[in-house]
């Protein structure tokens, strides 16, 4: 489509000329692969405005713009085309009714109250071992996320599967228009957004709406009201049942064999008997694995080939995690959301998971509509029908409805409450499950509960984190894109937690080593686009599936990953071209690019986002002419390319030191590092150092005169001391080389000498007048020790020391 076929579907007026193709619809200013092609779509909401980011789309390359006021400024984007419309959300949703009409394979439609995304997502993985597919991305199932959802489909597929979400009434009724499935699978009805519908049966009534022009629905038999609904206002459609009950139903499945990890499952159906090992063993993946093998089965697929089909499923971001608690207990958390629907999944996985007494720890429900006596009283039942052994309530309604609760159950009104009258002793020999909505913050109390395995941990300040990102946007002009280096773990401060920070602090982009660092950030609920900076041709589809960026250095790395895209239906996926302008590692070279440009050309699977290097020595002076030199070689590269491709792609080359001694070449974004953590020199930025590496002291003794300390009994004194004994060695991160005088602790207000040979979990440290005993604090680095002095004493660099210390090593957060 161009802007005169959108004008006209959309009913706009047009101001410009926009002759070009659009190839993808953007509404999200920090989204991937934003270029000429690209439709920017200013949205409004409560509390965001889509139109403050024009400027910076034009920046981007954008040309067309979809918009409900036109710019004050408009003679600044001289080129660029505008359709001013009403309303811009209904827009988008004509567009994508318009894309939907093109569409001649099988469109499948998934609703529900749980487990939506998953059934989604294993249909689709069904079905497209044996067909091609195209999904909704992520959980794209709401008013917006749907119409782009459609957009990706086209004929060259054989089956779109989208997922259909509401949260109030009306909603389905736009969705069933844009979607206009052939078949409908209704997962099951549960009580979110219950506070905005009169009941129920009404939200099941607006679900099916959905249905209301489909040619078949596939649901549970066993769901009583979704059942009756069908029956009472949809009985003209067609159905597909399945139960684990009741034998009538069109598809009768069975778990035969359960153990922790595996289920084995046998489905009858049409008089033939089928048996599958599927890979999960809780109730709740066991319904979404029946309900996809149902839709997978009604839509014609040979149930033999669904049956192997299921075997690989993958897991789809496990939303509870089982963990050593203090005193010998088993934790198990569940921080994703807190509905009754989602309560009873997890006191099943509880009890599966349950050795011994139980403790259910629960916050308040948020969301949830209707009488606050009736909803507790049920969850009281529940949990009393559960034979759980003790309730703790946290939350001001949970307060107010405690004498629905069995005698001896505790209540606090907040978190904090809570954490103000936590004794460790009160918990132990039992099995803990730490249920609450993200509001309450219950990651605080899984950290009291959670059994520390060590005294020493890596604590980060993740104010100061925010300070020195701050401070880099300083040297920035607005618009520019900010990329945070994620990989080896964030430098060792914690994937999941620095890239949740800074996703929420407004991040573009983040950069990770390897494809599992980027498959473990989406699966702790990273949505912001990732690089991968090394991706294995292994682990191509996985990228896909991840929705992961592959950096695309050498021809091998292009074809395998062009191979992936076609195999998963990608269309335009974008990917990031690194060129090699001196640093000698991965990208293509100067004698590369024609070839590169051959490929290239007319490629519809996959879309150049942006082209980068890296320097390799930004933050020497006496290499400044090499840096500038690197700078020329991209800039070559990147106008031999745009020229081949024909469309505009972004620019970015400068790292931690580039950003503050080169502002010039900041291109379209930057990509921080180490410099986030305030470890390094810039030039007019005050950085702030974010980590502090502490133990304590395990036990004091006196040595005698002319005995050894350590292996090797490198160490003698001729004098009387007093040693304490440090529980950090080299599988800790600390290098060997501080031994023997080289290094030093800080406890009790003095430095204290390393002595003898460090050994692998352990050291000794000279403490001899200082009165130090067991339990006493040590600095390993931090406030009194910096890590650039350690670095120094290592003969190493500080990212090598901190790189070092493992994941093992406990983290702690903290924001001052």
């Given at each position: ?238 159905t597909f049942s399945w139960s684990l009950t009741n034998n009538a139903a ?351 050309t007319g490629e519809e699977h996959i879309r150049v986002a942006y082209i ?196 093992r090593v406990k983290r702690v957060y903290f924001n001052e």
């Amino acid at each position: 489509m161009n802007g005169y076929q959108i004008a006209t579907v959309t009913g706009g007026m047009l101001k410009g000329d926009s002759t070009a193709e659009i190839d993808s619809l953007v509404t999200d200013s920090r989204a991937s692969g934003i270029g000429a092609g690209s439709l920017f779509i200013a949205l409004r909401g409560a509390n965001h405005d889509g139109h403050r980011f024009i400027r910076q789309m034009y920046k981007k390359g954008v040309r067309l713009f979809l918009v409900e006021d036109e710019p004050d400024d408009i003679p600044d984007f001289h080129d660029a085309a505008f359709i001013i419309v009403p309303d811009t959300l209904t827009a988008l949703q004509n567009i994508s009714s318009f894309r939907r009409s093109a569409f001649h394979g099988q469109m499948i439609a998934v609703t529900g109250s749980a487990g939506k995304t998953i059934v989604k997502e294993w249909l689709a993985d069904i079905l497209g071992s044996v067909k091609r597919v195209v999904r909704s991305p992520k959980s794209f199932n709401s008013q917006t996320g749907v119409p782009l959802s459609i957009w990706n489909v086209d004929d060259s597929y054989d089956f779109a599967v989208i997922e259909a979400g509401i949260s109030r009434p009306g909603e389905m009724q736009k969705l069933a228009g844009i979607i206009r499935p052939d078949v409908v699978v209704i997962t099951n009805i549960g009580e979110a957004h219950d506070e905005n519908f009169a009941d129920k049966r009404m939200k099941t009534y607006e679900k099916l709406t959905l249905a209301d022009d489909a040619r078949l629905a596939v649901f549970c038999l066993d769901h009583d009201i979704v059942r009756s609904e069908i029956e009472r206002d949809h009985c003209n459609i067609q159905t597909f049942s399945w139960s684990l009950t009741n034998n009538a139903a069109d598809l009768f499945a069975e778990a035969c064999v359960r153990n922790d990890s595996s289920t084995v499952v046998s489905f009858l159906y049409q008089g033939q008997l089928y048996k599958s090992l599927i890979p999960f063993a809780d109730k709740a993946s066991l319904e979404n694995c029946i309900s996809a093998t149902a839709a997978a089965i009604s839509c014609g697929m040979d149930p033999e080939l669904v049956m192997k089909a299921l075997e690989t499923l993958p897991a789809v971001a496990m939303r509870m995690e089982v963990k050593a608690g203090i005193n010998h207990s088993v934790l198990i958390e569940d921080y994703y959301n807190s509905d009754p629907g989602s309560l009873n999944m997890a006191i099943d996985f509880l009890q599966s998971h349950s050795h011994g007494n139980t403790t259910l720890i629960l916050s308040d429900f948020r969301q949830i509509g209707g009488d606050e006596k009736v909803l507790y009283s049920s969850v009281a039942t529940r949990i009393q029908a559960a034979g759980i052994d003790r309730f703790i309530g946290v939350g001001e309604a949970l307060m107010r409805q405690r004498a629905l609760f069995n005698e001896g159950s505790c209540f606090y009104s907040s978190t904090e409450e809570f954490i103000s009258s936590f004794r460790s002793t009160t918990f132990g020999n039992e099995t803990i499950l730490l249920k609450g909505a993200r509001v309450f913050g219950f990651e605080r109390i899984g950290m009291l509960l959670e059994q520390q395995l060590h005294q020493t941990r890596f604590e980060i300040n993740l104010g100061s984190v925010v300070h020195n990102l701050n401070e880099f946007r300083k040297k920035l002009s607005p618009g520019t894109g900010i990329m945070a280096m994620v990989k080896a773990f964030a430098y060792g401060a914690g994937s999941a937690e620095i890239a949740s920070l800074l996703e929420y602090h407004g991040v573009n982009y983040f950069a990770v080593a390897y494809a599992d660092e980027g498959v473990a950030l989406r699966d702790s609920g990273i949505t912001t686009p990732i690089m991968v900076m090394n991706p294995d041709s292994s682990v191509m589809d996985m990228m896909i599936r991840y929705n992961l960026e592959p950096e695309i250095y050498s021809v091998e790395s292009y074809n395998a990953f062009v191979r992936a895209a076609i195999h998963n239906g990608a269309v335009r996926y974008p990917v990031h071209i690194k060129i090699d302008t001196g640093m000698h590692r991965l990208g293509f070279s100067s004698e590369d690019l024609i070839g590169l440009k051959e490929k290239l050309t007319g490629e519809e699977h996959i879309r150049v986002a942006y082209i980068f290097s890296h320097l390799a020595g930004s933050e020497d002076a006496a290499l400044d002419s090499f840096t500038h030199e690197q700078v020329k070689r991209l800039k070559y590269a990147a106008s031999v390319l745009r020229e081949a491709l024909g469309y505009d792609f972004g620019l970015h080359i400068l790292n931690s030191s580039g950003i503050a001694r080169f502002p010039q070449y900041q291109f379209d974004m930057v990509r921080p590092g180490i410099g986030l953590y305030g470890i390094g020199k810039y030039p007019d930025l005050n950085m702030i150092h974010t980590g502090r590496f502490i133990t304590m002291v395990s036990q004091v003794k006196t040595i005698q005169a002319g005995e050894p300390v350590g292996y090797g009994c490198m160490d003698v004194s001729y004098n009387e001391r007093e040693i304490a004994i440090i529980p950090v060695g080299y599988a800790d991160g600390m290098r060997r080389l501080l031994g023997n005088g080289r290094g030093a602790f800080y406890i009790s207000g003095h430095r204290t000498a390393i002595i003898g040979n460090i050994c692998m979990d352990m050291c000794m440290t000279d403490v001899t007048g200082l009165r130090v005993k067991p339990g006493d604090e040590v600095e390993i680095f931090g406030e009194n020790i910096s890590i650039e002095e350690m670095a120094e004493w290592c003969g190493t660099i500080p990212y090598e020391i901190l790189t070092s210390i493992p994941p093992r090593v406990k983290r702690v957060y903290f924001n001052e």
